[in-house]
């Protein structure tokens, strides 16, 4: 499939095709982030409060080297839509270099700080030492993460998401198998809790990175990746990071916007914290095909933008968006019908199931326009254009979501359910914000 000519043939059939390998990897991914988190559920409140606060800063690392990666995929988009294949090599090598780097720095900053930051949040000291020694291990094993990362992000942006979905569903295996025996030290293993679940994480990425690094290097994929001819070509890294630093700051100011709401949300307590935490991993649940259509379409239009079809990237984008809509009204839907029913797959206490399911409910509003916002910005930022929503991220972040997440929590008779609403209004600003700018067509013209 990989070796199909992505800019030719039927829009829809080529998205689909794009989008349904990357719907199952990140599939699998919610799959074991979530079962990490069913195994610490059982652990009670603290555990989960104190892998939900560790897990956004987290993500927000990974925010960050995804936004570099967004450099590299629109290059190798434009590289393969034009045919020059080792052009595309080339800059697949530059991008390993930026991983390698990348990697160091934030296993060095992760371990180092991982106590201090969580102190900034006011969490109570047991929520801390947990979530500090989660973070440390999870930062340890950061640099094979950070290569899977970019393996990933260079096989598709080539065209091939079979080959990430194959790796993804091997190591997602070893991490459902080993998760529990760690967690709770079944068998020979030691009883490790929360710390259980990190060593789950590092173990089964570095195999996940291994993989990457074979397929790769023997020609499993649309890119055979070769040391021959290497050199680090500075100015192919400077494009890279240029490109990628507006998304860097866009996804990363996402996930510091992450975390300070939480930070409105810990005055109401342990319960809230862990509420908001599951309610955030089961929108992530429900967002997950939406955003696999997204990065299937920004895979494409950077494809036809290489292909001087500026046209056809725009269909790409406009159909994308009718289908992700669709199952986002779907999805919807269904959280208003059952979202105890949802809720109670993670836990059992009372308390927790009430906040959590009314928290999904009032984020079921913002999910009935998220499939603009998600489609839109990666098809954007898929053509490289990633100064355009990286502005419009941060007006939604300090303009609209926290103001009024301050407001409506702090001032209104709302309490911290007033934070939700908060980002159900900025989903919608987002909306227009992103429709409007893809309609005036200024990132079919972009240079990189």
Not at 74 to 93: C, K, L, V
Not at 159 to 176: C, E
Not at 277 to 305: E, I, R, T
Not at 314 to 330: D, H, P, S
């Amino acid at each position: 499939m990989y070796q199909r000519d992505w800019t030719k043939g039927s829009v829809i059939r080529n998205l689909l095709s794009l989008s349904w390998p990357i719907v199952i990897n990140n599939s699998l991914y919610t799959v074991i982030t979530t079962i990490d988190m069913i195994w610490v559920g059982k652990l009670g409140a603290t555990p989960i409060a104190a892998v939900g606060v560790a897990s956004i800063i987290v993500m927000l690392v990974v925010s960050v080297k995804m936004g570099l990666a967004v450099g590299a995929r629109a290059m190798i988009a434009r590289f393969i839509g034009s045919g020059d294949t080792e052009g595309a090599n080339h800059i697949a090598q530059q991008a390993f270099v930026i991983s390698a780097v990348f990697g160091v720095v934030m296993t060095v900053i992760g371990v180092s700080l991982a106590e201090p930051i969580l102190i900034l949040f006011g969490l109570e000291a047991d929520v801390v030492a947990q979530g500090a020694a989660y973070m440390r291990i999870v930062f340890v094993g950061w640099t094979p993460f950070s290569f899977w990362l970019m393996e990933y992000t260079v096989m598709q942006a080539s065209g091939d998401t079979m080959t990430p979905m194959k790796i993804a569903f091997f190591w997602s295996l070893v991490h459902v198998a080993l998760c529990p025996f760690l967690v709770f030290g079944w068998w020979i293993f030691p009883r490790l809790g929360v710390s259980g679940a990190a060593l789950t994480n590092v173990v089964s990425q570095t195999v996940g990175m291994l993989l990457g690094l074979w397929y790769l290097f023997t020609g499993r994929t649309r890119i055979r990746l070769t040391l021959r001819n290497f050199r680090l070509d500075l100015n192919i890294i400077w494009r890279i990071v240029r490109i990628g630093i507006p998304a860097t700051v866009m996804s990363a100011q996402r996930s510091i916007g992450g975390l300070l709401l939480m930070r409105f949300i810990t005055p109401f307590g342990t319960l809230a914290v862990a509420a908001h935490s599951l309610a955030q991993k089961a929108d992530s649940v429900l967002f997950m095909p939406g955003g696999a259509v997204g990065q299937a379409a920004g895979v494409l239009v950077g494809q036809n933008l290489g292909a001087h079809q500026p046209e056809r990237a725009e269909r790409n984008g406009w159909q994308a968006v009718g289908w992700v809509e669709g199952f986002m009204i779907i999805g919807a839907v269904a959280i208003f019908l059952w979202a105890e029913h949802i809720v109670g797959i993670f836990s059992t206490e009372p308390d927790v199931v009430a906040i959590t399911s009314t928290f999904m409910r009032i984020h079921a509003v913002g999910c009935l326009v998220s499939g603009f916002t998600g489609v839109l910005q990666n098809s954007i930022s898929g053509a490289g254009d990633t100064v355009p929503p990286m502005l419009v991220s941060l007006v939604i972040l300090w303009l609209v979501q926290l103001p009024l997440a301050f407001f409506l929590s702090q001032v209104t008779d709302l309490g911290v359910y007033g934070v939700r609403w908060a980002m159900v209004a900025s989903m919608f600003v987002g909306a227009a914000f992103y429709t409007t700018y893809f309609r005036l067509g200024r990132w079919k013209r972009k240079k990189i």
